[in-house]
Structures are given as C-alpha cells and as structure tokens.
C-alpha cells in the first residue's frame, strides 16, 4: 500500500539515515543529525533569485572576457592581456591540453551548468527526458567548476609580481570577481531536491520508512542522482533514470585504483620542472619545490607555504585520507564513523585547490611575455601535476561514504563491497 509524499522523508546520501523532514522555515537548512551533511534548504522565492544570480553572472562572464583584463609593465615594456588571451597564449605554445582544462575549468563548464539552471528553473518547454539529462549532467559537472581557484592564483601571481613590474588592473578584472562570488553563491543557493522535485515528483513508496535507521536495513535506498527513496531491489531510478545500486559498485576498487595510478604520477610530477623562466635567451627550470624555496628565499613568506600546502601537503594528505577511509571502509581498524566520514568532508574540500599551481604558472606566462628579455613557460612536470590532482579528485568521488556507516551490519556491507 503506498504511504504518503515521499518528500516528507529523506534518506541521507551521505550516511544512509532515514529522516522526516515535513517542514522547513524560509532562509534555513535542514542537515542530517548523523552526518551533519546538509539535506535541504529552503530559499525565499527561489525562482527569481536562481534567476537573478544566473542572469547576472553569464553577464558578467562575457563582460570580462571582452575587456583588458591586466596592465603589466616590466622595464617599460608593456603587456596587456584580455582574459581569453590566456588560453590562446597556451595553444599558440603548443600546451593545448593544459589550454582546454583551463577553459574547461573557468569557462566552459561554469557556462554550462548556469544555462542549464536557467533552463531548469524556468517553465521553458523542454521534453522531460532532455531535462532529466541536463539536471544529471548539471551535478555532475559542478564538481569540476574551479573559478574562485583560478582568482586566488591570480592574486598570488600578482602579489609576486608587484615588486619589480608596475601593474594596473583593468576593468574586466572587477567583472570577473564580482562573477566568482556570485557564481559561487548560485551554486550555494541550488537545492538539489528542490530541483528535482520542481523538474519531476518524487515517486510514492510502497512501505513507510522507520526513521532514524538506516536505509539498507530497510530495503531502501537513495539515487545518487536524484536523491529519491527506491526499494534495493529496483536498479533504475523510476525518476532520473539512472541505474544503480545499493552503493556505488566496486568503490574502493575503483577508489585505490586511481590513488595508486596518480601515486605513480606524483613523483615524477615533483621531480621534473613544472616552469621554465627565460631570462635574456637563457633557461632556467624549476620544479615545484624549487619554485617553493626561490618564494621563500625572495620573503615570500606566506605565498610560499600556501603553495607548499597546495602543492605538496594537500595532495600527500589526500592520498593518505583516502587511503586510511577505504582500508575503514572495508572493515579494518576502529570503527569510528564520525571520525571518517570528518576526514572525508575535509577531503573533499580541499581536494581542488591543489590546481592553483597550474593557474599561477598558466597567469604568469601570459602576464611575462616581454620579448626577449622574459618569458616563462609550463613544463611537462605541470601536466603531470594536473593528472595527479585530477586522479585524486576522482578517486574521492567514485568513494562511497556510506560504507563508513555500514560497518554496524557485516553481512550486508561485505556482501555490496564486493560488487553485488
């Protein structure tokens, strides 16, 4: 017999809680008791501030790509640079895959998921089926958005540059942080089951849930899509679509696969230079801890260790994490899920911001083009580098952090452990 709207209950993607949610005052969230990972939010007229917020930013997107973006004057040399010129700059080089991820990265998928929300938000008549694959793709992609990472490199490639060169900040750099923030608050704003809910109901379930325990005890479980509650035994969201399991399949497979593959790429991405400076026809490359070291030695103090968390300390710390989670995941060590499921949050935070070494070094080579006197390049180090930030993040997203929170039930977690 079927119960009533399950929109009145939640079932955690994070830890696998089961909750009720039947009300939620305007302007707050609603966050999981376990987890403490955020359920639900509940904004003030919603419609129009998605729209205000997506209107706005594509707006101040295309401005700053049109305006000069950046004076620099080194010896009475100019340079002027318009925020597109960077990735010409690149492919004009030779580095296009360096040139594609940072258009990918600041550009691209950013346009992407603020037209599909604009699309999404608003009664423009579009077959259901093209929604549902756009609202897939939307949270798919906006793990891979890193604008704020591209401006906080930029403020580091400038502070290192202020003091033998004379720079002038032109008007599309205002434009272009005015749309870092208020992009950063669209995607903040963006509930995921409210967006949902608005593009297709949630489908009734046929047994009523007994809150606070978990799903899988239950026969249930919540689409890593959608979010919607579906009995174990039904592999295709009746929603979205989307085929999946109990649990992401073969996680920690997947998960140590990719640790160990970017393990391989880390040491020879910190060995080999990532930067060339030229210097009156002379060159002179660094690696990543040289390039720490010049910093430090120029009293660089605080720019240097933030590269050296960035660079070195937050990639080492990841891996480790990881590593530790899926080796708790699996049953090993104390069974401390709060504990875990902290570290994996803390990781998934900060897991993007090691790619400011490539926006800093992509920043500086097209600011420090001065003819012959000089120019700097990326190596193949940098790339290296990139792959391994890249292989980091995606090991954290093929984790499952419900099998943190598994480990109260043996039977079942080995049994999905091993890919049933």
């Known amino acids: ?155 580091i490639s400038l502070i290192k540059l202020t003091d033998y060169s004379n720079i002038k900040l032109q008007p599309s750099f205002l434009l272009w942080f005015l749309f870092c923030l208020l992009q950063l608050r669209l995607f903040q704003c963006i509930d995921r089951n409210w967006l949902w809910q608005y593009i297709k109901p949630m489908p009734k379930l046929i047994q009523k849930p007994i809150i606070g325990k978990s799903g899988l005890s239950q026969g249930l479980r919540s689409c890593p899509c959608c979010t919607a509650i579906l009995p174990i035994i039904q592999n295709k969201c009746i929603r979205c679509g989307i085929v999946a399991g109990p649990r992401y399949k073969y996680s920690l497979q997947y998960t140590l696969a990719l640790l160990i593959t970017s393990i391989i790429f880390y040491i020879p991405a910190n060995v080999m230079p990532i930067m060339i400076t030229e210097i009156i026809g002379l060159e002179y490359p660094s690696n990543i801890i040289n390039g720490i070291i010049i910093l430090w030695n120029e009293s660089y103090y605080f720019i240097s260790l933030l590269i050296f968390a960035c660079s070195i300390v937050v990639p080492v710390l990841k891996i480790l994490s990881m590593g530790w989670l899926c080796w708790n995941a699996y049953g090993m060590g104390n069974n401390e899920s709060q504990t875990m499921h902290s570290i994996y949050n803390f990781i998934k935070f900060i897991g993007r911001w090691s790619m400011i070494d490539m926006f800093v070094i992509l920043i500086l080579s097209s600011l420090l083009r001065m003819g012959t006197l000089i120019k700097i390049y990326p190596a193949s180090g940098l790339l290296l580098f990139v792959l391994v930030v890249i292989l980091t993040m995606m090991a954290e997203m093929n984790f499952d952090p419900r099998l943190i929170w598994d480990r109260i039930n043996h039977n079942q977690r080995n049994y999905y452990l091993n890919g049933n």
Not at 51 to 75: G, H, K, M, R
Not at 86 to 102: C, R, V
């Open 1 to 155: 017999m079927l119960v009533k709207n399950n929109i009145n209950y939640i079932l955690c993607s994070k830890c696998d809680l089961v909750m009720e949610l039947s009300f939620l005052f305007v302007g707050n969230r609603a966050s999981c008791p376990r987890c403490k990972s955020v359920l639900a939010s509940n904004w003030l007229e919603p419609h129009k501030r998605h729209n205000v917020y997506a209107l706005t930013t594509l707006f101040l997107l295309f401005l700053s790509n049109i305006f000069p973006f950046i004076d620099i004057n080194i010896a009475g040399i100019n340079n002027r640079i318009i925020l597109s010129q960077i990735s010409y700059t690149m492919i004009n080089d030779g580095y296009t895959i360096l040139a594609t991820l940072f258009i990918l990265f600041t550009q691209f998928i950013p346009i992407c998921c603020i037209i599909i929300i604009f699309l999404l938000i608003n009664p423009i008549k579009i077959p259901t089926k093209i929604k549902l694959i756009l609202a897939r793709m939307l949270f798919q992609l906006r793990n891979w958005i890193m604008v704020e990472i591209f401006m906080v490199g930029m403020f």
